[in-house]
């Protein structure tokens, strides 16, 4: 399998981290929006609910049921407000407004403690409304004797709000977030790419020139930039193909030298054995003649002797 370049290398190890760290800052953010919008909203229903719960307390005690009605119609006004029920301490419902999604707890005219329900899209809150009477003799006492009675519940308001407006708004805020993580990374990546492109053509430039170099092309040379931070390298890089040029040249000079050494006394060698050659042949020419003739003399002194 083929390794990765260099300038992937390069932009991998840049990117990544920034990635990584754009990926968590925006998680944290979103985390702690969604929080805050969840609390915010949380907030103003128990708020709503109060403000119900203390508008319905005289209605209550009166048993006016118009009055508790006006009082429900001017809550389904609220943004986000879906549903208002008013019960009273016994859990019949004296005014009702909205469709309510969530059904109402059993023991919703019991406990005089708020009680808050969360089904899907909807957030119910129940708000208990107690009503406190200071006796009569405490007006003739001091401040200090004076006590309030104990609370007395006299129901509860049902407070239904539709989160649906909170759903749209947290999507929202996500999309804003992610569009910013992925302006930020395609930011990150172009000045990634601008950077990697600085390092990774002179890191290409000196693989190259040292590849030519391996296969025999001592000539090559790597551009030297002056603002680069890889100048020195690359004057390296240069000097040394310098110098296996400038040893190859003398290598050649040395082997062209003794060539021409040898040529030489080869020419000479062969030159002494023509020369032999020559001799030996003149010498015996020169032995043949005498030869010759002493035996043209002792054939005729064969021949007299004979006679």
């Known amino acids: 399998m083929k390794s990765p370049g260099i300038r992937t290398q390069l932009l991998v190890v840049a990117l990544a981290p920034a990635i990584v760290v754009a990926a968590m800052l925006t998680a944290v953010f979103l985390h702690a929006r969604i929080s805050d919008l969840s609390g915010a909203h949380q907030q103003r229903a128990q708020a709503l609910a109060r403000q119900l719960a203390a508008n319905a307390e005289i209605g209550l005690f009166a048993g006016n049921r118009p009055a508790l009605q006006m009082l429900a119609n001017a809550a389904m006004r609220e943004p986000d407000v879906a549903a208002v029920a008013i019960i009273d301490r016994d859990g019949t419902v004296l005014a009702q407004a909205g469709q309510s999604d969530i059904a109402l707890p059993r023991d919703a005219a019991g406990p005089a403690v708020t009680q808050e329900i969360e089904q899907g899209l909807r957030h119910l809150v129940m708000q208990p409304v107690a009503a406190s009477e200071l006796s009569v003799d405490s007006l003739f006492e001091g401040s200090g004797a004076s006590k309030a009675r104990a609370p007395e519940l006299l129901g509860h308001v049902a407070l ?57 092309d001592l000539a090559a040379r790597v551009p030297v930039d002056q603002a680069s931070p890889l100048q020195g390298l690359e004057e390296g890089v240069n000097r040394m193909a310098w110098r296996i040029e400038q040893a190859r040249d003398d290598l050649e000079r040395r082997i062209a030298e003794a060539t021409t050494e040898l040529r030489r006394k080869k020419e000479e060698a062969e030159q002494a054995n023509v020369a032999k050659s020559r001799f030996v042949a003149t010498a015996s020419h020169d032995l043949r003649q005498p030869m010759h003739a002493l035996g043209l003399f002792v054939d005729s002194l064969r021949d007299e002797v004979g006679g």
């Not at 649906?164 to 947290?170: H, I, S």
């Not at 929202?172 to 990546?189: E, K, M, N, W």
């Open 160 to 216: 239904e709000l539709s989160r649906a407006n909170l759903a749209k708004r947290e999507r929202a805020l996500i999309i804003a977030g992610l569009l910013v993580t992925l302006g930020g990374v395609l930011f990150g990546s172009v000045l990634a790419v601008r950077l990697s492109r600085g390092v990774s053509r002179p890191l290409v430039a000196l693989a190259q020139t040292v590849e030519q170099v391996g296969r025999g």
